[in-house]
């Protein structure tokens, strides 16, 4: 039964062949932490069924489709879980759709989803494109959707590696090569400041450095008065730093010691498709790390109701999470069993889902 492997010490992912709203429905409420998935675009790709999604005349009925799976994604959802979806966008009669927003929007208004990023994949070499009177496309939308204001979330799956503070010749010298000399002489040269407020901001410099060396903080930026550009507003009734500036002298920007935030600008290349005897998606393993590490726990279960080739399980699997994928087309299944290895007992799971009832 599906619910003994939600229970179980077993990662094996497991693969359901089927209609994802029809499989979906029998899964129960809240069993779920993340959701990860690319369905199909409208309009564009041929699959191996007759029945799949993205082959409807209207868009709009595409639309509805996605939405009747999301409603169920959303009801199999833990209450702090997250589903995040990569959608491709389509043109009509020379118009781009702007099909990921349009659904999303109505994930929004209609389903009660709350919208957390839109990340742009922003894929770099992209496919050729030989028409003159556009640029080509090369980025595609992923949406990290949640289903209450407290979720789940490791922001430290969300950083990238810090780069290390070093001492060069007995001084400090921070990851991005500050060494606090040319702050200390705009302090010293400046008209602005006052003969206390030097001296405090010679004092403060100091302890930060300090606390470079000791390795507390890698990195730092000094705001001084009528020197650096401010990224705040200039008033001091909006601004806590313009406050700060104007009363203190100056203020300092500490970096986070475990390394800054990732952007909502990903560069990452498509898999190279030529060595997958079926692929025809390019949905990059890479794009699954980030999202599975940060919002599904160590323990968790991830979902992708259009499988494919299962690289949303292999990265789940990969990092240890376990996974269900439910997939319309038995020759993805096959594949995706193949490339990740499953063991024969735990395949045609499809049985064991109708069986419980
Ligand atoms: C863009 S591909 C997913 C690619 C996948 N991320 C991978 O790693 O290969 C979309 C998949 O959805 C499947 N599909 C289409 N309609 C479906 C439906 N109603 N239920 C379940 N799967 C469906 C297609 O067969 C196709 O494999």
Redesign the pocket.
């Known amino acids: 039964m599906i619910s003994d492997y939600f229970t179980s010490n077993d990662i094996e992912p497991r693969f359901i062949c ?6 979906l429905k029998e899964f129960p409420d809240n069993c779920i932490d993340m959701a990860m ?5 409208w309009g564009k ?1 041929e ?3 007759a ?4 082959l409807e005349k209207d868009y709009n009925e595409y639309i509805e ?1 996605m939405l009747s ?1 999301f409603e169920q994604v959303q009801r199999v959802l833990k209450i702090n879980g997250s589903f995040w979806l ?1 959608i ?1 966008d389509s043109y009509l009669n020379k118009n781009l759709l702007g099909l990921p927003w349009r659904v999303a929007i109505r994930m929004c208004d209609e389903q009660g989803w709350i919208l957390r990023n839109s990340v742009v994949w922003n894929k770099v070499k992209g496919a050729p494109d030989n028409s003159l009177d556009k640029l080509r496309n090369v980025h595609e939308m992923l949406f990290h959707f949640v289903k209450s204001k407290k979720y789940y979330y490791d922001v430290s799956a969300a950083r990238k590696e810090p780069l290390k503070a070093k001492v060069q010749n007995g001084a400090v010298v921070s990851a991005t090569g500050v060494t606090g000399v040319r702050y200390k002489r705009q302090i010293e040269l400046s008209t602005v400041l006052t003969d206390e407020q030097k001296q405090s901001a010679f004092f403060e410099l100091t302890a930060v450095l300090d606390s470079v060396r000791n390795g507390e903080i890698e990195d730092f930026r000094m705001i001084i008065k009528g020197q650096q550009r401010t990224t705040h507003s200039n008033s001091t009734k909006v601004s806590g730093r313009a406050k700060e500036l104007e009363t203190k002298g100056f203020y300092f920007l500490k970096y986070h010691p475990d390394g800054a935030k990732l952007g909502d600008v990903w560069d990452i290349i498509p898999e190279d498709t030529q060595g997958r005897k079926l ?3 390019p ?1 990059p393993a890479d794009l699954c790390r980030t999202p599975i590490l940060t919002t599904c726990p160590a323990n968790g279960v991830v979902l ?11 990265v789940a699997y990969e990092s240890g999470r376990k996974s269900v994928g ?4 038995q020759e ?1 299944i096959d594949y ?1 069993e193949e490339r990740i290895g499953i063991n024969e007992q735990n395949q045609g799971f499809l049985w064991s889902v109708y069986q419980a009832k």
């Open positions: 089927g209609n994802s709203l029809e499989v998935t690319s369905p199909p675009y790709r699959y191996v069924i029945e799949s999604i993205g489709k799976i990569n491709g692929h025809f998606a949905y992708d109701p259009f499988s494919g080739t299962g690289t949303t399980m292999a439910i997939e319309i087309a993805y995706a």
